[in-house]
């Protein structure tokens, strides 16, 4: 009998050693947020900057590269792509699709004759710049965010690149609109997804 409250008392013990050793390795690991060191799930989501291009530096093309682009709906990204290789990455945003008129057509389509530096609708209270035609002949375009009549950004609809928000076309920030409309010719690829 002396030898089981002993024996107990070991076990005991190498328990709370267990659970001291366990609690302070897990704790040591534990990502510390101060100011200076946010958890990343505490970052704010930051705004793009509609002025600036939003993957940097631009890639040079020459009239004999074969480009293409990809658009992923998901990601809210458009790829410029050289056979399989992403060459530069810009921030976009795609359809609401909350309805058939505000999605963005997913497939394989082509760059079309149609281009111009300026748009605005009436109807919708809303034009872009630097536009240029996918499908439909003028109706959905890679173009930049939202402008007012007086061709000046909307800030708040150009707040929400990087997300969903427009009526089908893919807006970018301003001079990436500008570089796909000088650098991108006419019966390029565009595969949407």
Same mark, same amino acid.
């Given at each position: 009998?002396?030898?089981? =409250?002993?024996?107990?008392?070991?076990?005991?013990?190498?328990?709370? +050693?267990?659970?001291?050793?366990?609690?302070?390795?897990?704790?040591?690991?534990?990502?510390?947020? #101060?100011?200076?060191? =946010?958890?990343? &799930?505490? *970052?704010?989501?930051?705004?793009?900057?509609?002025?600036? =291009?939003?993957?940097? #530096?631009? =890639?040079? @093309? %020459?009239?004999?590269? %074969?480009?293409? @682009?990809?658009? &992923? *709906?998901?990601?809210?990204? !458009?790829?410029?792509?050289?056979?399989?290789?992403?060459?530069?990455?810009?921030?976009?945003? #795609?359809?609401?699709?909350?309805?058939?008129?505000? &999605?963005?057509?997913?497939?394989?389509?082509?760059?079309?004759?149609?281009?111009? #530096?300026?748009?605005?609708?009436?109807?919708?209270?809303?034009?872009?710049?630097?536009?240029? &035609?996918?499908?439909?002949?003028?109706?959905?375009?890679?173009?930049?965010? +939202?402008?007012?009549?007086?061709?000046?950004?909307?800030?708040?609809? +150009?707040? *929400?690149?990087?997300?969903?928000? %427009?009526?089908?076309?893919?807006?970018?920030?301003?001079?990436? +609109?500008?570089?796909?409309?000088?650098? @991108?010719?006419? *019966?390029?690829? !565009?595969? @949407?997804?």
């Amino acid at each position: 009998m002396d030898k089981l =409250p002993r024996q107990f008392k070991i076990g005991l013990g190498y328990i709370v +050693a267990s659970l001291i050793v366990l609690f302070g390795f897990y704790h040591s690991h534990l990502p510390t947020h #101060t100011k200076e060191h =946010p958890i990343k &799930s505490e *970052k704010k989501a930051s705004t793009v900057n509609w002025l600036k =291009p939003s993957g940097g #530096t631009y =890639p040079v @093309i %020459s009239q004999n590269d %074969s480009v293409w @682009i990809k658009v &992923s *709906k998901e990601k809210q990204r !458009v790829y410029i792509m050289k056979g399989n290789k992403t060459i530069y990455t810009m921030i976009c945003s #795609t359809g609401l699709d909350t309805s058939p008129d505000t &999605s963005t057509p997913e497939g394989t389509f082509y760059i079309q004759k149609e281009r111009g #530096t300026s748009f605005y609708n009436a109807g919708e209270k809303e034009g872009a710049k630097y536009w240029v &035609s996918w499908k439909n002949h003028g109706e959905f375009l890679f173009h930049s965010v +939202a402008m007012d009549k007086n061709g000046n950004v909307i800030p708040s609809e +150009a707040k *929400k690149l990087g997300h969903k928000a %427009s009526h089908g076309c893919v807006r970018l920030a301003v001079p990436d +609109a500008k570089w796909i409309y000088d650098h @991108i010719r006419y *019966k390029t690829k !565009v595969v @949407i997804g």
